[in-house]
């Protein structure tokens, strides 16, 4: 069974700074997706980034990017510049292709200080 | 595009009632759809698998009886929680699988509260 690891259970970081947030995960399977979701205390889940695991390219959306290191079963996002409004729980999670329903890591809580 | 409206946001009523809650995909068709269940300060776990026209799959531990889904149409899935304890109370997510790779579009989720 696949599973997923976010090992940092809080992190913090500086206005205008760059934080990375680490993820690493667990599959026998060639073929998949990786995502970063951020869930602000509204509690909606927000999709900031997706990679596919045929691209060796790393996704990137404007501040976010990720460092995808396949071998490694790694998958950290790095937001550069943070925001306030960056702060939010952040879930790393994993879908095999085929199946539908994201795999889930435990989050992590990101701060931001102003 | 691809907007999952799920209703009510935030209910509370009292222990042994049930509640049913919905998911709909506004702007898409979705034969199937996921319910998770989000305890405070924790993850997102799945529940049950929803698929339009036969009956849910439903995870390890997770009480069929208990949690009723029924997807009936290619864009609403229900969930109810029948004879519902103070222990169910918990906040309840859909998601509906897209048309794009990978693709999942998350309904704004559900605070049930049990008193």
């Known amino acids: 069974a696949q599973t997923v690891t976010q090992s940092q259970p809080e992190m913090s970081v500086q206005e205008a700074e760059t934080v990375t947030l680490s993820c690493t995960y667990d599959?026998?399977?060639?073929?998949?997706?990786l995502f970063w979701y951020k869930q602000p205390p509204s509690r909606q889940m927000i999709l900031v980034i997706r990679?596919?695991?045929?691209?060796?390219q790393n996704a990137t959306e404007n501040r976010f990017s990720v460092n995808f290191q396949k071998a490694a079963k790694s998958f950290s996002l790095k937001i550069s510049d943070s925001q306030l409004g960056d702060a939010a729980m952040y879930f790393c999670?994993?879908?095999?292709?085929?199946?539908?329903?994201?795999?889930f890591g435990k989050g992590t809580k990101l701060s931001v200080k102003p | 595009g691809a907007v999952v409206s799920q209703h009510p946001s935030w209910v509370i009523c009292k222990s042994g009632t049930s509640v049913k809650i919905e998911c709909r995909s506004l702007?898409?068709?979705?034969?199937?759809m996921f319910w998770y269940r989000q305890f405070p300060k924790q993850s997102l776990m799945l529940m049950a698998t929803?698929?339009?026209?036969?009956?849910?799959?439903?995870e390890q531990g997770v009480e069929k009886d208990k949690f009723l889904i029924n997807h009936a149409s290619l864009t609403l899935s229900t969930l109810t929680v029948t004879s519902a304890h103070p222990e169910d109370s918990s906040f309840y997510i859909c998601?509906?699988?897209?048309?794009?790779?990978?693709?999942?579009?998350f309904g704004d989720g559900t605070r049930l509260s049990i008193l």
């Open positions: 599959t026998s399977e060639s073929d998949y997706y």
């Open positions: 990679q596919e695991a045929y691209k060796q």
């Open positions: 929803s698929n339009e026209g036969s009956k849910a799959t439903y």
């Open positions: 999670a994993y879908n095999s292709r085929g199946q539908g329903n994201l795999i």
């Open positions: 998601s509906a699988r897209g048309t794009g790779p990978g693709a999942q579009h």
């Open positions: 702007d898409f068709q979705a034969t199937t």
